[in-house]
């Protein structure tokens, strides 16, 4: 049984702790002040390496006498400790992790801020916005060069791929969408193996893909100092993902976490335990997203946290380092509690973009021309020697191949554009010879 016992104060705590005060009693202005640096360096779940380098408060104290303080302070507070067979793992909630974790639960689960920004007719594109960013940004965080660019051109229209960064760009993006299926879907080993089928597809050696690894050689390329940071032996991965898929779907096993702390952990996990050859890290960003998705955390499924963590990539990799280094998973938690609150706070943002470029489209106000088609005039108007397909026009919509092509045509014979094949299945659309015209006459009777 898992029992949680009333813990000191920082003043109880300072009061103890009389021996790295080279036993002196702190007056008390100094015991305000060490109590109010301790505070600022568990909030931040700072580590040595920061602290030995910040002017803290009291001067009377060094630096190393306060930081074995602010240790035992985050060890004496709010602590849980994940013991998985002989490997534990804790982590200390601070105060500003709380309140962290309660706006995460009005905003990505409650939708506050952002359902009356939201327009239902909106709904495809916003979802589609937010699964282009994040396979672009995952894609980078795994290595590969993608570009905004690229991967509009290639996911809207469904192009078939030409290397491997557009294969996996392309893999992640269904993995995005299976996830979003999977929505209300119990985990199980099963379907993570499905993932990773879908995650690796075309760009691995076939006996890999879906499997777990099978001898000690991983993908490392990724993670500093790679020698500090041992899998689990391949031998034991059957029974740690065993455990896992437990741990997932029941809510007090061992007991109840935070969702949203669990959702890193779960994530951290993977990163740990490596089962996979190649994959991992992209995996653990699916499965912590699939898993707020699983508890309500719906708006999760219109951001991109992976495009907050590509921006922050060291601190990222170094948080990982310092949970596994340290013994304390905290690091981690720490780090991606922060990235899904910046996510958060830059969804409205997001949400209010996609609203503003069919309000600012000039062609929405011309009689006769729907969304779609006062769209595709917009995309022409700004690149022109942009080719719009069918494909794309149903991608970006959400729309049946029939409505997609009737768009384009109608477009087409009212000489807005004009067509050829690229090939026997797919007709390019491009700016026709009377745009220029019909935009000024347009506009102008408008």
């Known amino acids: 049984m898992h029992i949680l016992s009333c813990k000191p104060t920082i003043l109880q705590l300072i009061g103890q702790l009389k021996d790295h005060f080279m036993n002196r009693e702190l007056p008390e202005a100094e015991q305000t002040a060490l109590s109010q640096t301790i505070l600022q360096i568990n909030n931040s779940y700072l580590d040595w390496e920061k602290v030995q380098h910040m002017t803290l408060k009291p001067e009377t104290l060094s630096n190393a006498v306060i930081w074995e303080a602010a240790k ?22 601070s105060n500003d992790m709380e309140a962290t974790l309660h706006d995460l639960d009005v905003h990505l689960a409650g939708g506050r801020n952002i359902t009356a920004v939201m327009d239902q007719k909106n709904d495809h594109r916003y979802l589609v916005n937010a699964f282009l960013d994040e396979a672009m940004a995952s894609a980078q965080l795994a290595g590969y060069p ?13 192009k078939t791929t030409a290397n491997e960064t557009e294969q996996v760009v392309v ?25 990773h089928q879908q995650l690796t597809r075309d760009t691995i050696k076939l006996k890999g893909i879906g499997r777990y690894r099978t001898n000690n050689k991983y993908d490392t390329s990724n993670i500093e100092e790679a020698a500090a940071c041992k899998a689990v032996d391949a031998k034991a991965i059957k029974h740690w ?4 898929e437990s741990f997932i779907n029941e809510d007090k096993n061992p007991f109840y976490i935070h969702p949203v702390v669990k959702a890193c952990i779960i994530a951290y996990l993977i990163t740990y335990i490596r089962p996979f050859k190649d994959g991992n890290g992209r995996m653990a960003r699916l499965l912590a997203c699939w898993y707020l998705l699983r508890k ?7 951001t991109s946290v992976s495009n907050i963590i590509v921006k922050l990539k060291a601190q990222y990799n170094k948080s990982f380092l310092q949970a596994t ?5 905290g690091y981690f938690i720490h ?20 609203n503003k470029e069919k309000e600012s489209n000039p062609f929405v106000k011309i009689d006769g021309l729907n969304a779609r088609q006062a ?19 149903r991608s970006g919509f959400g729309v049946s191949k029939e409505t997609a092509r009737t768009d384009l045509t109608a477009l087409t014979e009212n000489g807005w554009l004009k067509f050829y094949h690229l090939n026997k299945k797919t007709y390019a659309f491009v700016k026709g010879d009377s745009f220029e015209q019909l935009m000024h006459e347009k506009l102008a009777e408008g």
């Open 72 to 93: 035992q302070a985050r060890e004496q507070g709010f602590t849980r400790n994940l013991v998985i067979f002989d490997q534990s793992f804790s982590w200390s909630v």
């Open 146 to 158: 993608a570009t905004r660019k690229m991967v509009r051109e290639l996911l809207l229209k469904k």
């Open 171 to 195: 893999n992640l993006y269904k993995c995005l969408q299976k996830i979003k299926e999977w929505e209300h879907t119990p985990f199980s080993e099963a379907l993570l193996q499905e993932l």
């Open 241 to 244: 993902m065993q455990w896992l």
């Open 296 to 302: 309500g955390y719906w708006a999760i499924t219109y």
């Open 325 to 329: 280094t340290d013994a304390d998973t």
């Open 335 to 354: 780090f991606m509690i922060q990235a899904l609150r910046m996510a958060d706070r830059s969804l409205k943002e997001s949400l209010q973009r996609t």
């Open 375 to 393: 769209t595709a005039l917009q995309w022409i108007r700004d690149d022109a020697e942009k080719i719009v397909t069918i494909r794309e026009l």
